[in-house]
């Protein structure tokens, strides 16, 4: 590593998120020098919401009506980005390669008695 690899957010995108210029492949026969945990990944922005109502109709009966978002607002996020490189090997290093689901929206009514 022969400089800080990591881009200010405004300059990441998904075919760079990190600067891969800050490495450099060292002699043959010497190990690298740079510590695990140096590139930082991408971070979550994920909110989960529920809804639920219940309504009473007599003693006995009810029903319940329930709605649930996973990723309510249905940000990305990114979730693997290839840190690893192969000397020249122009493959997807620095790239994001992965991304977790979007929203997911879920429904449910039910009646109890």
Known sequence: MIS??????????YSEYFNTNAFVVPPTGVQGTVDPGV??????????????KSFAFHESLHAELRGDMYNAFNHTQWNAVST?????????FGQVTGSREGRIIQLAAKIVF
Do not use: C, E, K, M
């Not at 800080?4 to 995108?13: A, E, I, M, W, Y």
């Not at 590139?39 to 809804?51: A, E, H, L, T």
């Not at 690893?84 to 997807?92: D, E, K």
């Open 4 to 13: 800080n690899p990591n881009l200010p957010h405004s300059q990441r995108t």
């Open 39 to 52: 590139v930082r990944g991408p971070g979550q922005n994920n909110w989960d919401i529920s809804f639920g």
């Open 84 to 92: 690893q490189s192969a000397g020249g090997y122009t493959g997807p």
